[in-house]
């Protein structure tokens, strides 16, 4: 009975293993792509670091409220990719560490739907509650509304 | 101010691709260099060194992770069962380092890194685990148990977990370190996985990879939304430790483990020393 479901198991365990594996892959790089970008717009764009970033706010950084250029929230970020006079390279590369930041849950999506396609429902529902910890812990961050 | 930025951040992609590299080459992950380096010798803050750590994490084991899980060489039942333990702990860790002074922090990361240093002085060549060990009853339901190809052996090496309930408890402290101090703390989820649950080196090492990323990906939301990962400092270093962990990886597999244990063994040894420094009040830089 058990070899049964472990066989069954062991052979879809493989395909939800190269799954997993390649939306690592490609969540990490495209992530440090669109970072890297950011970065070089920010250095290229004149004013950008000088005005909004001090080297000081990185050695010695405000107690009460985030640095500038710091983005905590999905809105402010999406705020700064917008055109014109509110673009703000440093969002898009905000952007990039927030997609990192994505791509070990988006891996375990994957390795959910693959263990549900497989029929093994055991490491579905783990696969599940791991996702629920993700989810909650990024939705509730650090306990600021 | 711009001139001494674009230097600054110069700096801190090349000094994290050494610490990428040598992370990679001792199998200590690169955070728990890059945080003592970057505050000791860059002066950055505690917390933007800890967020800049914890992203780099999850770019180094979204690309190792991938290629381990490919190879077959992580096991993901393993891995993602004992995820449970890791992000609920890294969760509770991120919250306490927002609580803990810093002072606290350095202390703990000396104390973190002391034992690094230990466990590295330990390990001394690649060996199989005794199999005559009794079968564990949740290995056995978990399914906690598969097959690797062992390159240098040359041969197909079948292994099955042992002590799956210790390794769980032991897997929730790591996640509390990786939380509180914003590492990857795989020294720690190796020692679980290959001296408590006897799982093969090789495989404790790739399946450790696959659980930082997921474990680091808990923390940091707690890391972001609290401002703690400053673009500026994150980017390079999340780049820099990436680049210097696969020249690292590709590096290591000439190299002469027990070389390069005993050639990093004083770098882990003195930045121990200048963390619990530092923590006790006694700067040196």
Same mark, same amino acid.
């Given at each position: 009975?058990?070899?049964?479901?472990?066989?069954?198991?062991?052979?879809?365990?493989?395909?939800?293993?190269?799954?997993?594996?390649?939306?690592?892959?490609?969540?990490?790089?495209?992530?440090?792509?669109?970072?890297?970008?950011?970065?070089?717009?920010?250095?290229?764009?004149?004013?950008?670091?000088?005005?909004?970033?001090?080297?000081?706010?990185?050695?010695?950084?405000?107690?009460?409220?985030?640095?500038?250029?710091? +983005?905590?929230?999905?809105?402010?970020?999406?705020?700064?990719?917008?055109?014109?006079?509110?673009?703000?390279?440093?969002?898009?590369?905000?952007?990039?560490?927030?997609?990192?930041?994505?791509?070990?849950?988006?891996?375990?999506?994957?390795?959910?739907?693959?263990?549900?396609?497989?029929?093994?429902?055991?490491?579905?529902?783990?696969?599940?509650?791991?996702?629920?910890?993700?989810?909650?812990?990024?939705?509730?961050?650090?306990?600021?509304? | 101010?711009?001139?001494?930025?674009?230097? *600054?951040?110069?700096?801190?992609?090349?000094?994290?691709?050494?610490?990428?590299?040598?992370?990679?080459?001792?199998?200590?992950?690169?955070?728990? /260099?890059?945080?003592?380096?970057?505050?000791?010798? *860059?002066?950055?803050?505690?917390?933007?060194?800890?967020?800049?750590?914890?992203?780099?994490?999850?770019?180094?084991?979204?690309?190792?992770?991938?290629?381990?899980?490919?190879?077959?060489?992580?096991?993901?039942?393993?891995?993602?069962?004992?995820?449970?333990?890791?992000?609920?702990?890294?969760?509770?860790?991120?919250?306490?380092?927002?609580?803990?002074?810093?002072?606290?922090?350095?202390?703990?990361?000396?104390?973190?890194?002391?034992?690094?240093? *230990?466990?590295? *002085?330990?390990?001394?060549?690649?060996?199989?685990?005794?199999?005559?060990?009794?079968?564990?009853?949740?290995?056995?339901?978990?399914?906690?148990?598969?097959?690797?190809?062992?390159?240098?052996?040359?041969?197909?090496?079948?292994?099955?977990?042992?002590?799956?309930?210790?390794? +769980?408890?032991?897997?929730?402290?790591?996640?509390? /370190?990786?939380? /509180?101090?914003?590492?990857?703390?795989?020294?720690?989820?190796?020692?679980?996985?290959?001296?408590?649950?006897?799982?093969?080196?090789?495989?404790?090492?790739?399946?450790?990879?696959?659980?930082?990323?997921?474990?680091?990906?808990?923390?940091?939301?707690?890391? +972001?939304?609290?401002?703690?990962?400053?673009?500026?400092?994150?980017?390079?270093?999340?780049?820099?430790?990436?680049?210097?962990?696969?020249?690292?990886?590709?590096?290591?597999?000439?190299?002469?483990?027990?070389?390069?244990?005993?050639?990093?063994?004083?770098?882990?040894?003195?930045?121990?020393?200048?963390?619990?420094?530092?923590?006790?009040?006694?700067?040196?830089?």
């Amino acid at each position: 009975m058990r070899r049964d479901w472990e066989t069954r198991a062991a052979e879809g365990l493989g395909r939800v293993e190269n799954g997993t594996s390649r939306v690592l892959f490609w969540g990490g790089a495209v992530s440090i792509v669109v970072a890297v970008a950011g970065l070089l717009l920010a250095l290229l764009t004149p004013g950008t670091l000088t005005r909004e970033v001090r080297l000081a706010d990185i050695q010695r950084p405000p107690a009460e409220r985030p640095a500038q250029g710091v +983005f905590v929230a999905v809105r402010p970020i999406l705020r700064g990719l917008g055109a014109g006079a509110q673009f703000d390279p440093l969002a898009v590369v905000a952007l990039g560490l927030g997609l990192l930041l994505l791509t070990p849950v988006a891996g375990v999506l994957v390795a959910l739907v693959g263990f549900l396609s497989v029929g093994d429902q055991l490491y579905a529902g783990i696969a599940a509650l791991v996702l629920v910890i993700l989810v909650v812990s990024l939705v509730t961050g650090g306990g600021h509304p | 101010m711009s001139l001494d930025l674009s230097l *600054f951040l110069l700096a801190l992609l090349g000094t994290s691709i050494a610490a990428g590299g040598v992370g990679a080459i001792l199998g200590l992950g690169g955070g728990i /260099l890059l945080v003592p380096v970057l505050t000791v010798f *860059f002066g950055v803050s505690l917390k933007y060194a800890m967020g800049a750590s914890i992203v780099s994490i999850i770019a180094t084991s979204s690309g190792s992770a991938a290629r381990y899980l490919r190879s077959r060489l992580s096991n993901l039942r393993i891995g993602l069962f004992l995820v449970l333990a890791t992000t609920t702990g890294a969760i509770t860790g991120a919250h306490l380092a927002g609580v803990v002074p810093a002072r606290g922090l350095e202390v703990i990361l000396g104390l973190t890194l002391a034992y690094s240093a *230990f466990a590295t *002085f330990r390990q001394i060549g690649v060996e199989l685990p005794p199999t005559t060990l009794a079968a564990d009853r949740w290995a056995v339901q978990l399914g906690h148990e598969g097959t690797y190809h062992d390159a240098r052996l040359r041969a197909e090496i079948p292994y099955r977990a042992h002590r799956v309930g210790w390794g +769980f408890l032991a897997m929730f402290g790591a996640g509390v /370190l990786s939380g /509180l101090l914003g590492i990857g703390s795989g020294a720690f989820k190796v020692l679980a996985l290959d001296a408590l649950m006897r799982l093969p080196m090789k495989v404790s090492t790739a399946t450790s990879n696959f659980m930082i990323g997921i474990t680091a990906a808990a923390s940091a939301g707690v890391y +972001f939304t609290r401002g703690d990962v400053h673009p500026l400092v994150a980017t390079p270093v999340a780049v820099g430790v990436l680049v210097g962990a696969n020249a690292g990886t590709r590096l290591m597999a000439r190299m002469r483990n027990q070389t390069v244990r005993k050639a990093f063994l004083p770098v882990l040894v003195y930045l121990a020393g200048s963390m619990l420094l530092r923590g006790l009040g006694i700067h040196l830089w």
